[in-house]
């Protein structure tokens, strides 16, 4: 199974952009750093989710 790094940056950079709006999780910077971490697993995981659905 292949995970294709594009996508795991576009997930990120998404993800850092909407939790940069959700203003009652700190700072800025925290907020990007979680989202970002949060799309980095979002995207990591897909793979493997479709994998075991027979995608």
């Known amino acids: 199974m ?3 790094g594009t996508t795991i940056a ?3 950079v998404v993800c850092g952009i909407l ?7 700190g ?3 925290l907020r990007l750093a979680i989202g970002g971490g949060v799309g ?3 995207a990591s995981v897909l793979p493997f ?3 075991m ?3």
């Open 40 to 42: 980095i697993f979002a």
């Open 19 to 25: 939790s940069a709006l959700a203003p009652s999780l």
């Open 2 to 4: 292949e995970i294709d």
């Open 10 to 12: 576009w997930y990120a």
């Open 27 to 29: 700072g800025l910077g």
């Open 53 to 55: 659905m027979g995608y």
């Open 49 to 51: 989710l479709r994998g």
